[in-house]
């Protein structure tokens, strides 16, 4: 199917191409038709798959034809939020319409100005947004649409109060747009008192990709940061997020990768001030640098391109949070690779292990992403020390990594 085929506007056709959009995927052929229809719409479907741009076209359409006054997106976090309003003014753009933002971590004189001027669409987080409306600068019964981007994980971190009362202060006769990588408990209890007459979209099932590659290295906690280097060493020049559990360990991981002369490590985590972390998403998606250690507030969310490479240093809490970090690679159909690195004698570990670790002990390794063969040989290794030479080596405390592969 061709994007012209859903019923768009010229204008709106130009933007999509202007965006480098080729073809709809999957959720944006299902999506956009019934939100141009005006439907109520709970839209379940996997990171990456183009989630932003079917409901950004789709609100784009109804306000440019009045079908909509004004649209309001609540995101869970101030990165998506400046991404999705970046990508809906794009969109909306050949039309005339303008995006607003307002998000917490930056001044808030410097919205407060924002909202002064005419806007179609407003992206907020929810913390934000109720300042805004407290200060009378936002007035939620002039919206008529709204739509609700990464709800799920706008719960786990504790949105829930603040959705339930800005969706119970919008007008009653509106459009409700939810989107979500899952539906959980939470998610359920929103559709039920706010969206009781809302058509469902499922794409693909609630598991990874399969175009990701998974593999499991086991070792021991104290052998992590040597089979890190390693691993970076092998896949030099690949775009790497490393995932981590705590801001304090993102912090003391990228000092440890410097001090073994590892290049082009940024880092991203909640402590950081809105300016640096700006900064540090444009050089790793412009390539400056390469490999980024984050805590999860990179796993929801941020649309970087080409990261062919996910390394969980530390597991993910839930099988939730597994699938979303997984969901940075393979996006859009294109292949990835994940790592888990798995200690059982780590402090304080989580409950969950990430992914499905049914497979054979001391398994090949998969292709690396650049399509060569690692250098293993398929073998189990030990971690290499900092300079990556075979002398002197030691096995770890609990012998040699062992590996699985999904």
Known sequence: MKFIELGLSGKTLKAIDACG??????????????????????????????????????????????????????????????????????????????????????????????????????????????????????????????????????????????????????????????????????????????????????????KIVSSINEEHIELSHVDKVSTLHRILDEHRGVKTLIFMRTKRGVMKLKEKLIRRKVEGVGMLQGDMEQCRRNKVISRFKDGTINILVATNVAARGLHIENVDLIVNFDEAENKETHLHRVGRTGRMGAEGKVINLVSHDEPRKPNYHGGNRQGKRGGRRGPSPSGGRSSSGGRNRRPSNSSGSSKGRRPSRSGRPKRRRR
Do not use: W
């Not at 609540?74 to 607003?100: D, F, N, W, Y």
């Not at 990464?150 to 504790?158: C, F, N, P, S």
């Not at 009653?172 to 706010?194: C, E």
């Open 21 to 206: 959009y080729t073809q709809p995927t999957e959720v944006q052929e299902k999506a956009i038709p019934k939100i141009l229809a005006g439907a109520n719409l709970v839209v379940r479907s996997q990171t990456g798959t183009g989630k932003t741009a079917a409901f950004g076209i789709g609100l784009v359409e109804r306000i440019a034809s009045k079908k909509t006054s004004k649209a309001l997106v609540l995101t869970p976090t101030r990165e998506l939020a400046m991404q999705v309003s970046a990508e809906i003014q794009e969109l909306g753009a050949k039309h005339g319409l303008k995006t607003c933002a307002v998000y917490g971590g930056q001044k808030i004189n410097i919205q407060l100005k924002a909202l002064e001027k005419k806007y179609n669409i407003l992206v907020a987080t929810p913390g934000r947004l109720q300042d805004m409306c407290k200060r009378r600068k936002i007035h939620l019964s002039s919206f008529n649409l709204i739509v609700l981007d990464e709800a799920d994980h706008m719960l786990d971190i504790g949105f829930q109060k603040e959705v339930l009362e800005i969706l119970s202060h919008l007008p009653p006769k509106r459009v409700t747009l939810l989107f979500s990588a899952t539906v959980d408990k939470g998610v359920k209890n929103i559709i039920s008192r706010y969206m009781p007459n809302s058509e469902f979209i499922e794409v693909g099932e609630q």
